[in-house]
T-cell receptor, first 117, second 115 residues
């Protein structure tokens, strides 16, 4: 149980285009989903917290107009990187959690590697 | 500001060695401390620690928490090349509402196990 999927696993795009990444909780309803960014050999940096049916809460320094987050249902959250630039190239990871299920912690998706040319 | 610090930042050992990874924290609120292993993809959950002094074990891995001294250790005995990964420590605050589950991660320890 507690499986989280992400799609796509890898994307390469041209500078200026927008990219959408999906995060799904496959066997539980996630009241909260989190989006992280990770640079090579560094730790995870929380970008935003997404609660179903409400606006995402962004961490300081994260541009909400650039990284659009939608959490339309209890099993799906999307991150759209708008007008992507090479500096947006990174590994993006989502996680999903529901208090008390199954161990009251977060489960991570497999990540999406974004390369912007 | 909440802070989680891991040490060492990197470690190179040979198969069969035992390693100890450290995680110290300074946070406003504390619910639990979590250890994750990250290979090429997303982190996989290892342990969740909530109480001091109770060791959690899974095979060759074990972990313990000291809430008085605000640190945790992760031990790996008889290391294997498959243990090579980044090990991440994170603290989960005891907060509801919009702060629920907002983990603060340490920098990670990069463990390399040579044959």
């Amino acid at each position: 149980g507690a499986v989280v999927s992400q799609h796509p696993s890898r994307v390469i795009c041209k500078s200026g285009t927008s990219v959408k990444i999906e995060c799904r909780s496959l066997d539980f309803q996630a009241t909260t989903m989190f989006w992280y960014r990770q640079f090579p050999k560094q730790s995870l940096m929380l970008m935003a917290t997404s609660n179903e049916g409400s606006k995402a809460t962004y961490e300081q320094g994260v541009e909400k107009d650039k990284f659009l987050i939608n959490h339309a249902s209890l099993t799906l959250s999307t991150l759209t990187v708008t007008s992507a630039h090479p500096e947006d190239s990174s590994f993006y990871i989502c996680s999903a959690s529901q208090r008390g299920f199954p161990t009251d912690t977060q489960y991570f998706g497999p990540g999406t590697r974004l390369t912007v040319l | 500001e909440d802070k989680v610090v891991q040490s060492p930042l990197s470690l190179v050992v040979h198969e069969g060695d035992t390693v100890t990874l450290n995680c110290s924290y300074e946070v406003t609120n504390f619910r639990s401390l979590l250890w994750y292993k990250q290979e090429k993809k997303a982190p996989t959950f290892l342990f969740m620690l909530t109480s001091s002094g109770i060791e959690k074990k899974s095979g060759r891995l074990s972990s313990i928490l000291d809430k008085k001294e605000l640190f945790s250790i992760l031990n790996i005995t008889a290391t294997q090349t498959g243990d090579s990964a980044i090990y991440l420590c994170a603290v989960d605050p005891d907060a509801g509402g919009t702060s629920y589950g907002k983990l603060t991660f340490g920098q990670g320890t990069i463990l390399t196990v040579h044959p």
